[in-house]
């Protein structure tokens, strides 16, 4: 992995108010921004064992991997609307980006 796609990453996201992690098609995290660090994301663990099977189960990076285009999907947790994303990055096609909007920001209150 070279260090100038993870310099980017952190460079992007690392203020993003959601937890955002950086993912090899192994589900091996590779970064995480500050949202994420300090929800207790990891470097080096696996994204399919963060949240329990369930959480997983509307999981679309393989799609994202095998088209090579953004995917997002919306489900409902904890009563929280939430769209998930998986973004693949341009000339590594076994990396994506992986965030959900809505998980930490209750984005029906005022800023």
């Known amino acids: 992995m070279e260090a100038k796609v993870i310099e980017a990453f952190h460079m992007m996201w690392d203020n ?3 937890a955002v992690m950086l993912i090899h098609k192994s589900r091996e ?3 995480v921004n500050n949202a994420c660090r300090n929800a207790g994301g990891v470097v ?4 399919s ?10 999981c679309l990076a393989n799609q994202a991997i095998a088209t090579n285009k953004a995917t997002y999907s919306k489900s409902e947790v904890g009563g929280k609307e939430i769209i998930g ?3 693949p990055l341009t000339d590594y096609p076994d990396i994506y980006v992986h ?3 809505g998980i930490m920001v209750d984005y ?3 800023c």
């Not at 080096?44 to 994204?47: D, P, R, S, T």
């Not at 064992?49 to 509307?58: A, F, P, Q, T, V």
């Open 44 to 47: 080096g663990g696996k994204c």
């Open 49 to 58: 064992e963060l949240g329990g099977s369930e959480r997983h189960k509307g």
């Open 85 to 87: 994303y998986w973004i």
């Open 108 to 110: 029906n209150k005022s």
């Open 29 to 31: 995290i590779l970064a």
């Open 16 to 18: 993003f108010p959601e």
């Open 99 to 101: 965030f959900g909007v």
